[in-house]
């Protein structure tokens, strides 16, 4: 069924806000319709649940890669609920909870925060969310991040988009960012790029290996790559 809608925002905030979808069981959440919707003069086919399962879109890429700032337009575009892994860690270290003073050593350090820690906090997002359409971005960073997902939210990623970066372009970025993170300056780079090495490809191999992975070439204007992204979610359909 095709249906013309707009805005955006009523197609995918839902009147029950049901905490309990992320107890279901994964292949119970492929049944999607695919919508036609308006935003501005555009019009883009959108995928839409028909009831409020979720729809989870893993965003993974090394550091500097391009992550949040091609979520940012995602969310602008096709209305997604961006949860970033290092932003719900980053506000745990400023709001002081009990973990704070361990992630911030751990974020310092590049080195990777338990996986409890932050499945749960991103649990908490999303079971509080009335927007079901997930990008999770910088996660999972670790085979244990992975299966700590599965194990706790009972989930997999629909689809996995992964920012392919050289590693000189990420240092320059990452160096040139200018946001005060604790973790941007050439040593701590150094400890993410070989934790990144080591533990996040593998992660990555893992979902290639299942099809569900998207690969961009993160190389280019902000605008270049987001035209390598639009069409991943311009035409996302799943079928019933
Ligand atoms: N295509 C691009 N060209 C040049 N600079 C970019 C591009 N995309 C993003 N940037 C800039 O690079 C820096 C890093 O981008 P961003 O924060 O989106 O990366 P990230 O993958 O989320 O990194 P991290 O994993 O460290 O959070 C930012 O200052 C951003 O403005
Ligand atoms: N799954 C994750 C994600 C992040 N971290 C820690 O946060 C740091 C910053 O993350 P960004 O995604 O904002 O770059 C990262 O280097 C890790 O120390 C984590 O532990 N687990
Ligand atoms: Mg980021």
């Known amino acids: 069924m095709r249906r013309c809608v707009a805005p955006l925002s009523p197609l995918i905030s839902s009147s029950s806000s049901s905490s309990s979808f992320l107890r279901q069981a994964p292949?119970?959440?492929?049944?999607?319709?695919?919508f036609t919707t308006v935003i501005g003069n555009r019009v883009y086919d959108l995928p839409v649940p028909e009831d409020n399962t979720p729809f989870i879109t893993f965003v993974l890429g090394g550091p500097g890669s391009g992550k949040g700032t091609q979520c940012e337009k995602i969310?602008?575009?096709?209305?997604?609920?961006?949860?970033?892994?290092?932003?719900?860690?980053?506000?745990e270290i400023a709001s002081k909870s009990k973990d704070g003073s361990m992630i911030l050593n751990i974020i310092k350090d590049g080195k990777i925060v338990p996986s409890e820690v932050t499945v749960k906090l991103i649990q908490r997002e999303m079971e509080s969310s009335d927007n079901h359409k997930f990008l999770i971005d910088g996660f999972p960073r670790s085979?244990?991040?992975r299966?700590?997902?599965?194990?706790?939210?009972?989930?997999?990623?629909?689809?996995?988009?992964?920012?392919?970066?050289?590693?000189?372009?990420?240092?320059?970025?990452?160096?040139?960012?200018?946001?005060?993170?604790v973790d941007d300056n050439i040593d701590t780079i150094r400890k993410r790029l070989k934790v990144f090495e080591a533990l996040s490809l593998p992660v990555i191999n893992y979902y290639s290996q299942k099809g569900k992975l998207y690969t961009?070439?993160?190389?280019?204007?902000?605008?270049?790559?987001?035209?390598?992204?639009?069409?991943?979610?311009?035409?996302?359909k799943v079928s019933k």
């Open 216 to 236: 961009i070439n993160a190389v280019g204007t902000e605008d270049e790559i987001f035209e390598q992204v639009r069409p991943i979610f311009a035409t996302l």
């Open 27 to 34: 292949w119970r959440f492929n049944i999607w319709e695919s």
């Open 75 to 91: 969310v602008e575009t096709f209305g997604f609920r961006h949860l970033s892994a290092g932003d719900l860690l980053r506000r």
């Open 143 to 145: 085979e244990e991040n």
């Open 147 to 181: 299966i700590a997902f599965e194990r706790i939210i009972g989930a997999e990623p629909n689809i996995v988009v992964f920012f392919d970066c050289p590693v000189e372009e990420m240092v320059k970025r990452v160096l040139n960012r200018n946001q005060g993170r």
